[in-house]
Nanobody, 125 residues
Framework: HVQLVESGGKTVRAGGSLRLSCQASGYHHSAYCLAWFRQAPGKAREGVAAIARATGFTYYSDSAKGRFTVSQVNAVSTVYLQMNSLKPEDTAMYYC???????????????????WGQGTQVTVS
């Protein structure tokens, strides 16, 4: 049973930084993508960043480029999202999601991700 648990969300001031964590368990395979999504009230879900477990390939949305960094520590099956220069428009519930993939790169097409965490709230004031 694959489980994803996010943590690290909180309220921060604009311009500040935050690191989110996603701990994966129960998935005994090295071929997967893990992505971060976010959803603000009344808005569509947005893919923010993704990383390929096997190759370390990373993908970022335009809104995340230059400010967010996705990284992984394979030994502990944890993926991080470092967010810098936070803006009020970054306020959202952030989710991590996983999909099996042999491909060397990853994207953030939400419909292809079949395991989701419960989310962690980020508020930028």
């Amino acid at each position: 049973h694959v489980q994803l648990v996010e943590s690290g969300g909180k309220t921060v001031r604009a311009g500040g930084s935050l690191r989110l964590s996603c701990q994966a368990s129960g998935y005994h395979h090295s071929a997967y993508c893990l992505a971060w999504f976010r959803q603000a009230p009344g808005k569509a879900r947005e893919g923010v960043a993704a990383i390929a477990r096997a190759t370390g390939f990373t993908y970022y949305s335009d809104s995340a480029k230059g400010r967010f960094t996705v990284s992984q520590v394979n030994a502990v099956s944890t993926v991080y999202l470092q967010m810098n220069s936070l803006k009020p428009e970054d306020t959202a519930m952030y989710y991590c999601a996983l999909k099996f993939s042999w491909l060397p790169n990853c994207d953030t097409q939400a419909s292809l991700y079949n395991t989701w965490g419960q989310g962690t709230q980020v508020t930028v004031s």
